[in-house]
């Protein structure tokens, strides 16, 4: 981790310190497996709906029937092109929801540490009480009451249980930074708290802070998926993986590739997103 | 299309009751043919052949249960409600395999020229599991308590309208004479609803519930599982298992799961498409034509369906066949947009109705509603073939630019069922006169379920003019013009009829496939292991 002694200087050695610390990563080799499979599963998602030999919803023959890669679905669609259009949602809705989380939790976190005192007490034990929810239940208690909801709904719900867990790592790191010489020096000079913490705190919390987003992806895949297969997709009909699953978990002898398909999708995802963070953790580590 | 055919019908209903002793001993005196298979209410059967042998415990398990089941014979709402109570209680007629009335408790139901005074002759020999014989002054007391105008129970909509309480009278204890205020030729249809189902002096005790049928209760826990025995002194012929247990599941998923893990023998409503997975585990499947239906309905006083083009616009849209074969698996028939495909009078010269986009479009932009957006509730407590239907039904309309968004609720019977503008709903199988008053009349002339808010006097009028005429021949001229307006201006959109699928384990034996309801009318007294 750079540790710049001024202002000025910390901020032209902060704009080289990401690059250093991704060379760093790419020297472990879990790192480059799961950022591997994490790239394949994403241009997957983005590429295959454009290949797919059926539609979304297209209709490919009997329900369960053996035709194609991996045979239909409940319902006669084919499995092979309704995993290639699931992968989308899924993907686009985890990445937001830990974009958001990872956010609303680094500026909980960071704003604790660094204001100290009663400011951090309180901060922190309101965020422990968000803690003592598991994850998936805030989300299944909202989605139950809502009549229909959309997307932005699910991120914000998987959004709102990552920010806690966020915010506890976030602070962590933040307060061995905030009493460092660099930071003291900058608040010494008259710099805003805001610009403090911009400039000179965040950029120094850059390592875990990667390796948390990697484990927070990891998660919201898990729960998204988890979702769907329990019924709370936002589009009933729609090539969700998790609500895949879902819909044909009865014809899993008859017709296994329908479930199996989707788990592997997901479970290669989430492997190698979890690859790539344990990767970034030891990296953050030896950069130490 | 599945009905009766006209040769199945050489006698009139009121001969069939006539000789109704006749036709229950021959019915009910066979276990060997039952075991053999059944009649010709459809596919499968049940079990192998050979003697049944008496003895044992069966475990049933349902669907839909939960912390609302019952045991009260007036009220069942679940698949496990229903079973339960045709096992434990008896109405006065009843509903056999073809969808023909029987005699049950009654041994006639006969009525005068004019479809107004109707005797009802009870079964003599038939007790309650107290010991108790089963009297006219029951009956009375069973029907007023289900058709009390104030409160109408299930059965009791179109009953207490139509029932004179004050001319009505029991005759002695075998016979009770019902008046009515109106002539209604099809009373006996009313009274073999297995939601009227008699009771000692017509009050329900929850703590001991009695009742007449070939299972008395032992125990029952709402939502978990419920326990009857054999009852040694039943009138028809005793059942053959020892002990009938039905058990709540909470879904499909853990019910199939059971019956392949033997803990349970049989299942109603299998999922369709789980008829190989039951087959290749050894199990049995029983196949009935039916005349269930899942329909989509339109509200006709609401945009845009309160527009006629749109709602025949909508219906040029389904793929019906194709909705059969990928949601249902083939295990059904075409609907025609009619409902009652099992009643005699069942239109079925009306031309099939087919998928036709450029005539739904061509309806659709003389309506003004070109790229018409609409939003379609359905959910899982519709039944398993709800949600795919409407997936599927959403994915033809593109073809005419029709934007029609799916929206699951969770559940969907709440306060606002029937409230809905495009949604779906299930129908079990019923003759066109009480479907036609309970599905499309208004609330306040026994219309319990309009989904459609349909309100069309030409088509009522038709009804209950159909309803009073005892001339079954200008009955039936009369209910196909009713459903033809239906046919033509309906907010119902009915693509086909489900056949009933049940599953059975290897070891059970004497389950006849039925028309009516699931596994031979839950008739587990015909049943051995």
Redesign the interface.
Known sequence: MSHPSTGAPAAAETASAPESFFRRALRQKRFVFGLTGTVLVVLFAIVAPFLSPYGEKETAGPPYAKDGLFGTDYIGQDVLSRVMHGGQEVLVISVLATLVGMVVGILIGVVAAYAGGWWDEIIMRLNDVLLAFPQILLSLVVLTALRNPSDWVIILLVAAGHAPRVARVARGVALGIVSRDFVVAAEALGEKRSRVIVAEVLPNMTGPLLAEAGLRLTYSIGIVAALGFLGFAADPGAANWGQMMNENRLGLQTQPWAVLAPVLVIAIFTIATNLMADGLAQASQKGD | MNQNSPSSWKMSRRQVLRYSGISAVAIGGSSFLAACGGDDGGGGGGGGGGQQSSGGQLIHGATGGGAKDTLDPHQPVTAADIARCLNLYEPLLIWDNNYALQPALAESVEASKDAITWTVKMRAGATFHNGAPVTAEDAWLSIRRVADPKAPLSAGGQLSQIIDFESSKVVDDTTLQIVLNTPYAILDSLLAEYTLGIIPGGKFDPSAPVGTAAFAYKSFEAGKTSTFTKYADYWGDAAFLDELVIQDFAD??AK?NALQAQQIQTLDNL????V??IK??GGGVLTAEGGQWVPFTMRVDQAPFNDVKVRQAMRLLVDRQ?MI???L??YGSLGNDMYAPLDVAYASDLPQREQDIDQAKSLLASAGVDGLQVELF?G?DIGSVA??A???F??QAKAAGVDIK?????PFYDDDYLSYTFAQDFWNTRNYIPQAVVGTFPPAQGGTYNETHWDNADHRDLVNAAAKEVDETKRATLLHDAQEIEYNEGGLIIWGFRQQVDGYAANVQGLEPSKYLPLGNYKFSKVSL
């Open positions: 499909d998923n199939v999922p369709y498409n789980l190989d997975t290749g585990a194709a074969d990928q949601t698996s083939g359905t899982d949600v795919p409407a997936n599927l959403a994915e799916v929206t699951k609720k969770t």
